[in-house]
């Protein structure tokens, strides 16, 4: 159980185009999900975290404006990167967790790689 | 602030056996977690310790004290697939995890 999906899992794009990537719980609701960046050879970077029907709460750092997330569901988190340059290019996982669980475990993602043109 | 330290890179012999610490200083402690991250790979779970001492899980195991901030995971019987990263991450007082730079894991044969 607890498996998370996520799409697509690797995207080209153009400079300045959008890149929308789907992040969802299969077998379970999540009340909450997490965005993450990984560059080459660093760790994860919490982007932000979100609860199904609010508003996405953004690391420091981390434009709001420019990536974009609605958590429409307990099943459904979408990560939005506008206007996407090449300096936005990584691996982006998001994982989710549900209160049912005694431990708070993160159930991850297997990732996005973007790549801006 | 808040600070997780963890080695940058370990190297071993397949077959042998490795030890992997991790020292934090967060704001709040709700449990640790290490999980395995293969390159170009999501990291999955390998072990979550929220009391003191040892829980075993096959071939690895996962150590913590929290009066020292410190935790280890013990890897046995190394094998080639074990080359990997492997992440240290701390659930502080708001639930949020804290992750550590990861260590690269390289087994020799």
């Known amino acids: 159980g607890a498996v998370v999906s996520q799409h697509p899992s690797w995207v080209i794009c153009k400079s300045g185009t959008s890149v929308k990537i789907e992040c969802r719980s299969l077998?379970?609701?999540?009340?909450?999900m997490f965005w993450y960046r990984q560059f080459p050879k660093q760790s994860l970077m919490l982007m932000a975290t979100?609860?199904?029907?609010?508003?996405?709460?953004?690391e420091q750092g981390v434009e709001k404006d420019k990536f974009l997330i609605n958590h429409a569901s307990l099943t459904l988190s979408t990560l939005t990167v506008t206007s996407a340059h090449p300096e936005d290019s990584s691996f982006y996982i998001c994982s989710a967790r549900t209160s049912a669980l005694d431990y708070n475990e993160q159930f991850f993602g297997p990732g996005t790689r973007l790549t801006v043109l | 602030g808040q600070n997780i330290d963890q080695p940058t890179e370990m190297t071993a012999t397949e077959g042998a056996i490795v030890q992997i610490n991790c020292t934090y200083q967060t704001s709040g402690f709700n449990g640790l977690f290490w999980y395995q991250q293969h390159a170009g790979e999501a990291p999955t779970f390998l072990s979550y310790n929220v009391l003191d001492g040892l829980e075993e899980k096959g071939r690895f195991s996962s150590f913590l004290s929290r009066s020292k901030g410190y935790s280890y995971l013990l890897l046995k019987e190394l094998q080639m697939k074990d080359s990997a990263s492997y992440l240290c991450a701390v659930l502080d007082s708001n639930y949020q995890l804290i992750w550590g730079a990861g260590t690269k894991l390289i087994i020799k044969p």
């Open positions: 077998d379970f609701q999540a009340t909450t």
């Open positions: 979100s609860n199904e029907g609010s508003k996405a709460t953004y």
